[in-house]
């Protein structure tokens, strides 16, 4: 094995293990210590544990219709904690920023007004839904999940790629990628004092709590898919259960006087929160498509009349926009008097005549991307595209301008990658996720690293294929005791370094206790120290199960196919070829 590392050669990018004269970087040295005292072949016996955990706990993703085991590398990625705080701290004001654009787009645009964004921008969006303008959230969060897409440039600084805030996917990726590697890589977790990631469901719960209408004290949070067809259905499953909350599909809704209801044996139960993850398009058909089998007739206008919170909030995608992405660092000077703690990769506005011209002239050199695009689709990389394919993309960019943005290619960072029995770099991204309960914005640390598994291959989504690895986020310096002048004893951090930590393991405790329903004990429970992960044997199908309130108050529910015999319609083995094929083209939603 010490050969192996030995003879791992980067490419050129940034590698984020090999620094340039072949050293190993500080973060790595005990993992690179560690895989040099592995015998021949433990590696590659990893790496298959990894494989056949998640084919036997069904992680799993739909690609190109085929559902596959989410491919887990067994070399993990490792973020320090001086760089993991400016992450965290550009992420939160990312999403505090398009947080006040969408309140402003939806309801007085003074950022119209004032010149920083032109009024085209919001109106031409396909994602602006007219209907929607006025309709404010109880607690002021449109966006309660963000994912926001970061990548390393050549020069080692982290930059946004863009920002995901409709229906963000992959988190359920980030919690069982954790279970497994502390199954297979016990010793070194225990060394590196890991962030842990096993309270999401916590965070999340109280944010969607927290979105419950006026006067709703104890609400009832339902998580909606679209089925078991859509490519993440496994991320809707996980993330109901580990909430303690029902999975529901839009058949097992209705709205009634500006309520909604969920069908139970015991008669229909009031839902107050909806954890969406159906597009706007196929969320109502009373106001976007008629033809739509997948939402909840009347939502809309329950949404309205504060009979039900949706999360994340209708008419997000406007933000998502990839032009809208380009004038963030300046919404974020305007909203927040504050400069952008992370910075945009440089794009051009194709919308505009002087960018446009320039980019013609250079689309064999640069990525050129659909503004309403996700998963990687429709995007065209110049160098590695057909005559063909560059001439098929002129004539797209000129019959809607408005619809592409240009950027240079930027070699994405590489990180040590187990294909074919050895290590080699493979390109990498990084989704961290945000929990926005109105009052806070909360981000896991570590996030969805995305690997493209191909060698030289710079799309790293999921839905093109490409896998993932756990995201080792290091723990900073213990509190140091200080005596203050009264005689007491008050915490204070030490300055965070980029070292390696080290330090015990400490104890697992209790996982995924029921969530308080309060902003102050949110602002308690979101920092409370570093944590390392418990290193017992994973057991993906065992994963946190709080409850939402006491058991024997749940409602006893059917299963949803005894409910829709029971509602004479067709259980889901026997679901129509329109409504298979509508789940299918929900594109645009939980793509990562």
Known sequence: MADMVAHYRPGAAFDEMVGPYGTVREPYARLADMLGRMAPGDLKAIAETLSNSYLA???TFDVGGVERPFPLDA???IITARDWDIIDRGVRQRVRALEAFLDDAYNDQRAVADGVVPRSLITTSKHFHRVLHGMNPSNGA????????LIRTPAGDMRVLEDNVRVPSGVSYVMTNRTAMASVMPEVMAEQRVRPVSDYAQHLLRALRAAAPDGIEDPTVVVLTPGVYNSAYFEHTLLARTMGVELVEGSDLECRRGKVYMRTTRGLQPVHVIYRRIDDDFIDPVHFRRDSLLGIPGIVNAVRSGGVALCN??????ADDKLVYTYVPDLIRYFLAEEPVLKNVDTWRLAEAAAREEVMDRLEELVVKPVDGSGGKGIVIGPFATPEQVTALRHRVEADPRGWIAQPLIQLSTVPTFVDDALGPRHVDLRPFAVNDGSDVWVLPGGLTRVALPEGEMIVNSSQGGGSK???VI???PSVPTATTDGTEAAESAPVDSAIETGPLAEPGPLAEPAPSTPAETAGHAESGPHTETTELADLAALP???QRPPDQLPARKTQQEQQQQAGRTPPHRLTARAAAEITRTEGVDRC
């Open 57 to 59: 706990a069904g992680v």
């Open 75 to 77: 070399i993990p990625r």
């Open 142 to 149: 449109r966006v309660q999940v963000a994912g926001i897409d």
């Open 313 to 318: 909030a209708l008419g997000n995608g406007v």
């Open 470 to 472: 756990d995201t080792w």
């Open 475 to 477: 723990a900073g310096p």
């Open 545 to 547: 199960v709080p409850t």
